[in-house]
Every structure is written in C-alpha cells, then in structure tokens.
C-alpha cells in the first residue's frame, strides 16, 4: 500500500498555492516527499507556505506567478525546472470569487458589470487553461504526467448570488473531461487528468460570508449549507488531502476523466 500511494521525488507545481486549501495541499505533499513548487500572485503567501515546508524537512519553493499571464507563466516553469527538476504534476488551484460579479440587495444580476464576471471567470477557467497549455506541454512531449483541477459543487449545483463562478467552475470540469480524452488520444495514454469538487470549506474567501465575524454564528447562507449537508458540518482542509493523495499516486493510475466530490454529501443530498 505505501508504494501505491507513494509520491517521493516527485516534482509538483500548485498554483494558488499560498491560499488555505491548496497551502493545506502543499504542505501535505511535502511531508510525503514531494519537491513543492508554491505559484501564488502574492509572492509573500507562497514564501510562507514554502517555509513551513522546508522547516518541516521537505523541499519547497515559492514561485510568484500570475496564471492569467503566459509570459509569467513561462518564467516560473524555468524556475521550477532549474530548481526542483522536471515537473511531473500540475494542480490547479488559482481561482476565486468578486464581490462585484455577486448578486445583492444593492447589486441585481442585470446591472452586473461585464469586467467583474470576465474577471472571475477568466481568473478560474483561464487560470486553469492557461497553466495547463505551458506545464502540460512537456508532459505531453515526455509522455508522461498528472493534472490536477480544482473544480467546486458549483459546477454540480450551481448556488445562488455568484452566476460568474458558477460557470466558470462548470467550464473547469468539462475542460477536465475533455482534456483527460485529448490527451491520451493525441499524445500519450500515460498523462491523467481529473479534478477534485470541495463542497464548503472556511477559508479567507468565504469565513464571514458563512459565519459571523463577531459571534461566529452561522449566517443565514452557513445555516442553509449546513442543513443541505448530511454530515452537518463544514469541511477541513486536511479532508481534501487523501483523495488528493489517490489521484496523484499510481492508486488511481487507470482514473483520468473525473471531478470527485469531497462535500460531506452535499451534492447527493436533494433538499428532501
């Protein structure tokens, strides 16, 4: 079993990496003996999750990187390679939500500027294309190689106020189905591509949009998710790690074309 799962030496790049989920990623890959490239937009997220990686006895470093800028993308690929060696493993974590391209009391979907949702929908489908185009080139000329999308139950279950993310998390897990076929017909049976779907976990992005900054209640939203989860209760980033573990590792090497959810049941639970 410990071969199965094993990782070591192998040479993992993560976008998003400095950010509460794929920081957790990180971390867990690097005891397990990865060598960790951490990409984030803010160089200074990325130096810190690299630190505690390197303080833990594992090899890491930080890499600043823009995902929707394929210059940048370029050079932090060079980094990469000249630092840790040739990259085995691509996840694709970069993305996030604007407040701007979110339905309110103060803001309808009809008056919903057209630059807030371009944002966010380039920000996660693009930042999650654009990265694959220049990480994945190599491994489609070597033969070999694993990626790894960060969908979200929105592409499931679209959820109400954020029409942007929604879709753009739904173009994320069709482009992973339709990259895991273009792959094995075009370049090479051994590249696997599939995506994890996390349900509701508390991170910067979202805490107080689910819970009380002052009392730590649920919101009204926290309340709604928590009763439409049948394990009653939110995510830990750590539970993200074991199935994250499955797909990179030759346990799940004739597994390519899935978004697998990691929810608490959200996404089989109807409401009734």
């Known amino acids: 079993m410990e071969k199965l799962f094993d990782i070591k030496g192998k040479v993992i790049a993560i976008t998003g990496g400095g950010g509460v989920l794929c920081g957790t990623m990180a971390k867990a890959l690097g005891e397990a003996g990865a060598k960790i490239a951490v990409m ?15 303080s833990s006895g594992g090899r890491a470093v930080a890499v600043k990187c823009n995902v929707l800028d394929k210059d940048s993308l370029v050079a932090a690929k060079e980094k990469i390679t000249s630092e840790l060696g040739k990259i ?12 701007e391209a979110t339905t309110s009391p103060d803001l309808s979907f009809f008056d919903l500027p057209s630059k807030a949702i371009r944002f966010v929908f380039d920000l ?11 990480f994945g080139k190599e491994m489609a000329e070597n033969g070999a190689g694993i990626i790894l999308n960060v969908s979200s139950m929105n592409a499931f279950r679209p ?13 994320v897990s069709n482009f992973t ?5 273009h792959v094995c017909q075009n370049y090479s049976k051994d ?15 979202n805490r107080f949009l689910l819970s009380d900054e002052k ?18 209760r939110f995510g830990e980033p750590e539970e993200l790690i074991g ?14 074309g899935v978004v697998v959810p990691v929810d608490g049941g959200f996404s089989a639970f109807s409401g009734v």
């Open 40 to 54: 984030d937009l803010i160089e200074t997220a990325g130096e810190k999750v690299a630190d505690e990686i390197k």
């Open 88 to 99: 085995d493993i691509l996840i694709n974590g970069a993305g996030g939500n604007k407040k």
């Open 124 to 134: 996660n489908f693009l930042g999650t294309l654009l990265p694959t185009q220049v």
């Open 159 to 171: 959820l109400t106020k954020i029409p942007a993310y929604s879709a753009a998390k739904a173009a």
């Open 177 to 181: 189905q339709w990259l895991a076929v």
């Open 191 to 205: 590249i696997r591509v599939n995506a994890i779907a996390p349900g509701f976990f508390l991170t910067e992005q």
């Open 215 to 232: 009392t730590g209640e649920l919101t009204d939203r926290g309340s709604i998710i928590i009763d439409h989860t049948p394990m009653g």
């Open 243 to 256: 199935t994250v573990m499955w797909l990179l590792s030759d346990a799940a090497r004739f597994v390519t």
